[in-house]
């Protein structure tokens, strides 16, 4: 998930030869830009390139090198017209020096940072002088963030898959106190009648929630993740990591704005299909954040959509 930058106004080919010899129907002009793409190959002088987007009607193309730039830095895709602010708030409260006006494209950025309801960007490529600006949640589509590091929790094989679903056990566990609710045990289900425990939450009671926000957050994911194992047939998901205190997140090496901290990001793996699968399956329906691991999947509850590669 990289971005190719178009330095010129250039022609997306079938097979990377000149463009004379080759039909209309092989061939798209495409103006200068930044446009997501999932791979890319050198192919002598050209580049064989995936598309996260078709363009007319395909992902897969080729395109001469002297044209192009590689980036590996994320894809910012803004999904309508929009400004970009050099502080997180309305529009109307800045002077023209202050904003700027950005259509609907794909942008490459290096980094990004949740400021309320806005994101803090960082451009490979200035716009007007600079690469650090705000931006409106809402509208963004999807940021493709790269190699963040997998955090380093032990994971354990899911059982195998039943035949028929299993009536959920009686609470049972040892007795936690959780910010908000009170007393009780790490077998309780977080939601009435649902799949997924307190335990499974904390880590066993090991990482009790600081606070009812989180707490709050926790079972709204929760409410989620039951959507999530309906959707992948109700089979038995083990659930690898939910909340963590920041001491415990820094200890494993996630990522320092990691939603596990506020509750809402679980890494988790599923019975009888493997993690590209349920990555493959989730993609196109899950609103919030989807991290690929090659030994697991993270979700998250966040505000807008965003997908990126653990580096493992």
Do not use: C
Not at 227 to 242: D, K, Y
């Amino acid at each position: 998930m990289s971005t190719l930058i178009v330095n010129q106004d250039t022609i997306f080919k079938a097979e990377p030869v000149q463009s004379t010899s080759l039909s209309d129907g092989e061939k798209t002009s495409v103006p200068r830009g930044e446009y997501g793409i999932a791979t890319a190959e050198k192919v002598g002088n050209h580049y064989k390139i995936t598309l996260d987007r078709a363009i007319a009607d395909r992902k897969d193309w080729y395109v001469f090198e002297g044209h192009v730039l590689i980036s590996s830095s994320g894809t910012l895709v803004i999904n309508q017209d929009t400004v970009f602010k050099v502080k997180p708030v309305d529009s109307s409260q800045l002077s023209d020096t202050e904003k700027v006006s950005v259509s609907q494209r794909e942008l490459a950025v290096k980094s990004f940072s949740e400021v309320g309801a806005h994101l803090k960007v960082e451009l490979d490529n200035p716009i007007e002088g600079r690469t650090e600006w705000y931006v409106f949640q809402g509208h963004i589509d999807t940021l493709h963030i790269e190699s963040y590091a997998p955090p380093q929790e032990e994971i354990t094989p899911p059982p195998p898959p039943t035949a028929a679903p299993t009536p959920a056990p009686a609470p049972s566990g040892r007795l936690i106190r959780i910010a908000g609710k009170g007393q009780l045990t790490t077998g309780t289900p977080i939601i009435s009648g649902g799949n997924f425990t307190w335990g499974e939450a904390t880590k066993d009671g090991q990482r009790l929630p600081e606070n009812a926000t989180i707490t709050n957050n926790i079972i709204r994911m929760a409410q989620r993740m039951q959507e999530v194992r309906s959707r992948l047939g109700n089979r038995s998901i083990t659930i690898t990591s939910w909340y963590r205190p920041p001491a415990i997140n820094r200890a494993v090496g996630g990522a320092s704005r990691s939603t596990h901290i506020q509750g809402h990001g679980v890494d988790f793996v599923v019975a009888g299909l493997s993690p590209r699968e349920v990555q493959r399956q989730l993609d196109p329906w899950w609103p919030g954040g989807l991290g690929y691991g090659s030994t697991f999947t993270h979700l998250d509850n966040r505000d807008f959509r965003a997908r990126w590669n653990y580096g493992n």
